[in-house]
């Protein structure tokens, strides 16, 4: 099955992810997978820096296409971190409100491709220089200095 994509509405974005992708299981086997991407903006701030957007996407996997590790193909290969490209549509996500009765109209970037923009070596690399970076961290705050206690003077009274 060859893939088509509506040149009008599509989209590509490139960025880390925040967290790993939440998976909700729906009753007829399907699952639909929730992520969010730390983006960075394409301007400069006043101060020379870079802002960065976070962008929440979905997909759905259905139940009779599901492949690879635990049944949810590229999405059970992304963790916290990963640097990773996501073409996508527009959709919209009409329901009503099981609480209110009232009808939402939302919404999504739906995921239609996935691209992994690091290697694996370039993702145990960073993996790494995270856990050593943490593994400083923790060390310095071992041989952090006590606090000090509050100086009478500045002690409040019963």
């Not at 967290?19 to 086997?29: H, L, T």
């Not at 701030?45 to 979905?58: L, P, S, V």
């Not at 919404?107 to 070596?121: A, G, H, R």
Request: aromatic letters at 8%; proline letters at 6%.
């Amino acid at each position: 099955m060859a893939f088509s994509q509506n040149l009008r509405n599509f989209g590509y974005a490139e960025g880390r992810l925040t967290a790993n992708p939440v998976r909700f299981q729906n009753s007829d086997g399907s699952v639909k997978v929730k992520l969010t991407l730390a983006i960075n903006d394409n301007y400069r701030k006043a101060d020379g820096t870079f802002g960065t957007q976070m962008i929440n996407f979905e997909a759905f996997v259905p139940a009779d296409t599901q492949t690879g590790i635990c049944n949810l193909g590229p999405y059970a290969l992304m963790e916290t971190g990963d640097k990773i490209g996501l073409g996508f549509s527009l959709k919209t996500n009409n329901y009503t409100n099981a609480n209110t009765g009232e009808a939402v109209y939302d919404q999504v970037l739906s995921i239609n491709t996935v691209d992994f923009k690091e290697t694996p070596n370039e993702k145990a690399a960073r993996k790494a220089r995270k856990a050593q970076a943490q593994a400083v961290a923790v060390a310095a705050a071992a041989n952090a200095p006590a606090p000090m206690a509050t100086p009478p003077e500045f002690q409040v009274p019963n």
